[in-house]
Nanobody
Framework: QVPLVESGGGLVQAGGSLRLSCAAS????????MGWFRQAPGQEREFVAA????????YYADVVKGRFTISRDNAKNTVYLQMNSLKPEDTAVYYC????????????????WGQGTQVTVSS
């Protein structure tokens, strides 16, 4: 098990920024690929960003590319999602997830999930 705890969500105006954090427990964090996903009300959960265990491979969803940045600090067992130029359509519950396999955009590749943090962007 890899308990994951997200934080940093909140209410922000359009055009603003937030930084989400996902803290993991356990000594094996650095061996996991990490991903961020989000789920808006009435919609399916979708991929946002992913990063390999060493940070050398990074993927973004097209809708966030150029606005969001994923990063990780293995010494702190934490992965981050810096979100800039936020839009009302970014409103969702954001989840982080850990994968024992390769870095992936697919939810099915992720083994452990956090509880999520709410991000609300007002217009």
């Amino acid at each position: 098990q890899v308990p994951l705890v997200e934080s940093g969500g909140g209410l922000v105006q359009a055009g603003g920024s937030l930084r989400l954090s996902c803290a993991a427990s356990g000594p094996t964090f650095s061996s996991y690929a990490m991903g961020w996903f989000r789920q808006a009300p009435g919609q399916e959960r979708e991929f946002v960003a992913a990063i390999s265990w060493g940070g050398g491979t990074i993927y973004y969803a097209d809708v966030v590319k150029g606005r969001f940045t994923i990063s990780r600090d293995n010494a702190k067992n934490t992965v981050y999602l810096q979100m800039n130029s936020l839009k009302p359509e970014d409103t969702a519950v954001y989840y982080c997830a850990a994968s024992r396999g390769p870095t992936s955009r697919s939810q099915v590749m992720y083994d452990y999930w956090g509880q999520g943090t709410q991000v609300t962007v007002s217009s």
